[in-house]
């Protein structure tokens, strides 16, 4: 998220990891890892993260301008020029024309490819007043396999039952194992849907 204001306090302050986890897939599912902006760089950049691990990146950024309408439309042609795309907005307050006056301030939400957030932020930072930059990592390796796991063995006892059902003579029988075979086919489609949940997550950058 970038938070964006033409009256706010200049303090810079840069930060890595935290307790915030605004995407978590499931209360046990990541860990947030406290990381330097020199590892940052390094996983971020994606040359140094193996392709099996699944990392989740979420970055904010507080911008305080002189030039709120030039730099608010800077940012949003970055996000589309790094392949990104706006997944929320938010804008309030008033330019400021008079002593006391509050400003504007507006709030970016947006959903950059992995692969190109390091290089966003660090344009950003290039280009822009930052008075906070914060970046967090959420591990969901194990969480990504474990459900990897589970849709195969799924995949493979509705297999067996395909099977036994093609051999099966009972009505009970064939009622029986198209019930389980309904069930298995209901979890597996949730399964996939958190699959793709997460494929998305890992690939666009929050």
């Known amino acids: 998220a970038m938070l964006l204001g033409c009256a706010a306090q200049k303090s810079a302050q840069y930060s890595y990891g935290g307790d915030s986890s605004p995407s978590a897939p499931a209360e046990n599912a990541g860990d947030s890892a406290e990381m330097s902006s020199q590892e940052i760089a390094g996983i971020a950049g994606m040359g140094a993260a193996s392709d099996s691990q699944k990392l ?3 970055g ?3 911008i305080e301008s002189g030039q709120f309408e030039a730099d608010y439309a800077a940012l949003k042609e970055q996000v589309s020029a790094m392949g990104g795309y706006l997944a929320g907005e938010t804008l309030s307050g008033t330019a400021p024309v008079a002593y006391g006056d509050a400003g504007r301030y507006g709030e ?3 959903r ?3 692969e190109r957030f390091q290089a966003f932020l660090d344009d950003t930072d290039g280009r822009m007043d930052i008075v906070r930059r914060h970046v967090d990592v959420q591990d ?3 969480y990504y396999y474990d459900n990897e796991t589970r849709i195969t063995l799924l995949e493979t006892r509705y297999a067996k039952l395909e099977e036994h059902l ?3 003579e ?3 029988d064939i009622i029986a194992l198209e019930q389980e075979m309904s069930e298995i086919l209901s979890e597996l489609d949730e399964l996939k849907g958190t699959r793709r949940h997460l494929d998305h997550q890992v690939a666009y950058s929050t």
């Open 108 to 110: 970016l939400v947006a």
């Open 56 to 58: 989740i990146y979420i």
């Open 112 to 114: 950059i490819p992995t």
């Open 140 to 142: 969901i390796t194990e």
């Open 170 to 172: 009972r009505m009970e």
């Open 166 to 168: 093609r051999s099966a």
């Open 60 to 62: 904010e950024m507080e």
